[in-house]
């Protein structure tokens, strides 16, 4: 059975940092390159960082480059992703999933889910 468990999201005050965490179990993740999804509100998820199964590469938006870092423990099957200098515009629901590429573009490996966590950002 696949499971994705997200947490560490929060409100926040624009300026601030969260980290949010994301479990993995059931398929075999380790072997996988992992990533991060958000979905805004009135808007289709988006990819917005990409970390390698061995962890020595990461890949990131530009609209969260330098601001964003993600990492991951495999022998924990979990995936990290650390938020610096937050902004209004970082509001949504953060999601992860193992990741392929189809045309050059980073995409959901798995039509799986997890409920995701919240990240609010004040201004």
């Known amino acids: 059975q696949v499971q994705l468990t997200e947490s560490g999201g929060g409100l926040v005050q624009a300026g601030g940092s969260l980290r949010l965490s994301c479990v993995a179990s059931?398929?075999?993740?380790?072997?996988?390159?992992m990533g991060w999804f958000r979905q805004a509100p009135g808007k289709e998820r988006e990819w917005i960082a990409a970390i390698t199964w061995s962890g020595a590469s990461t890949d990131y938006a530009k609209s969260v480059e330098g601001r964003f870092t993600i990492s991951r423990d495999n022998s924990k099957n979990t995936v990290y992703l650390q938020m610096y200098n937050l902004a209004p515009e970082d509001t949504a629901v953060y999601y992860c999933?193992?990741?392929?590429?189809?045309?050059?573009?980073?995409?959901?490996?798995?039509?799986?889910w997890g409920q995701g966590t919240q990240v609010t950002v004040s201004s």
């Open positions: 999933n193992a990741l392929g590429i189809e045309a050059s573009a980073w995409t959901p490996l798995y039509d799986v």
């Open positions: 059931g398929r075999t993740y380790n072997t996988k390159a």
